[in-house]
């Protein structure tokens, strides 16, 4: 049991709201899959999975261990595996999970093991590499894949994909296209000689945004679900979905020439009070944020944060503030608070969320 008095909340309705949003920019039978992977972006993938099951299509995951979580919560969506290892392939089968085959020797051992078993039409989906060069085929292995699809009649191919290295960059617009353009002939290639038809996706959340001509049978919703466009304009018409919050467990009156923190890093100049709250590092709070750098939210006022953050714990300002022990404490509630997090640490609101740490209590808001 997580009694850890820090807690994410999770809002089930602004997660609704973002698909919807999302999902009114598609045609009416462009299909919907949502990636849940990273404990769904630093929510969790299990709520996250329960809240929207009925209005998506499909579910992705990045590795296997994250697919059979969902089904041994009774999650009977499809879910797209987009990086399984060789190792997992079995635990892929037994939990009906759908792996993303994306070089020969993923490929080779996966058919081994359908014709070995055998599987029989076996839901798989292949990725080739348009420009992204992290995971997937190269367009000249086309020949050697039919030829290898033919030989087996143990797997099915329910997806071909690729997936856009800058589909949110107007700078990008000409290397963007390339990639849709080099996808669809991949798949004319394939669906020439294959003799039949899967599906096809491309597009992540910028892409919907970005590039909804290149739609094609369905989308790849991520990050936009969790209340981020990679634009301001957009992520304006999205809803917050992760709210973390803590109280406080003590405050100290710090006199003048006192010091507050490892390393004596804060030196009182005047009269002091500091509040002490329950997260730190090891909950995904950057050291980044330390000395005034981040800050958090008392009773509606910023407190700043003072000192080094510690493992455990950070020290806030609240000299100003009224407020007691025992208070609640916001350390971020909405997305712009969570950008400028991101960007005093250098980084992505990617990162800030998936940062929290699997120690803070998860609680679902409806």
Request: net charge neutral; proline share 4%.
């Amino acid at each position: 049991m997580n009694n850890h008095v820090t807690v994410l909340e999770i809002d089930a309705n602004a997660v609704l709201h973002n698909l919807d949003y999302f999902k009114q920019k598609l045609q009416p039978e462009t299909k919907t899959l949502v990636v849940v992977k990273a404990f769904g972006y630093g929510s969790e993938s299990v709520e996250i999975a329960k809240i929207v099951q009925d209005k998506v299509d499909y579910f992705a995951v990045a590795y296997s261990n994250e697919g059979i979580v969902l089904r041994e919560a009774g999650i009977k969506t499809p879910i797209l595996v987009l990086h399984p290892q060789i190792q997992n392939l079995k635990d892929i089968v037994k939990h009906r999970l759908e792996p993303n085959l994306y070089n020969f020797k993923i490929f080779d051992a996966f058919i081994k093991l359908a014709d070995e078993a055998p599987l029989m039409n076996y839901p798989v989906h292949i990725k080739f590499n348009t420009g992204l060069n992290r995971l997937g085929f190269w367009h000249t292995d086309v020949p050697n894949i039919i030829s290898t699809l033919k030989s087996s009649n143990n797997i099915v191919v329910k997806s071909i994909f690729s997936h856009l290295a800058a589909s949110e960059d107007f700078n990008e617009q000409e290397f963007t296209v390339g990639q849709i353009n080099n996808f669809a002939y991949i798949v004319k290639q394939i669906y020439e000689h294959l003799g039949y038809e899967p599906m096809i996706h491309i597009l992540n959340t910028s892409g919907i945004i970005n590039y909804p001509q290149a739609q094609f049978d369905m989308v790849r919703l991520g990050i936009g679900l969790y209340g981020f466009g990679n634009h301001p304009d957009v992520t304006a018409q999205l809803k917050n979905t992760h709210s973390l919050k803590s109280i406080i467990s003590q405050i100290h009156l710090i006199q003048p020439g006192e010091t507050v923190g490892y390393n004596r890093a804060f030196v009182a100049s005047s009269p002091t009070r500091s509040a002490t709250i329950p997260i730190g590092h090891a909950d995904g709070i950057s050291r980044r944020l330390g000395n005034k750098e981040g800050f958090v939210i008392i009773n509606n006022q910023p407190a700043p944060i003072i000192g080094n953050v510690c493992m455990d714990m950070i020290m806030v300002d609240v000299t100003k503030i009224e407020c007691k022990e025992g208070d609640e404490v916001i350390i971020f509630n909405h997305q712009q608070h969570i950008e400028y997090i991101a960007h005093k640490c250098e980084t992505i609101p990617y990162e800030t969320i998936t940062a929290i740490s699997q120690r803070v209590k998860r609680l679902v808001k409806s």
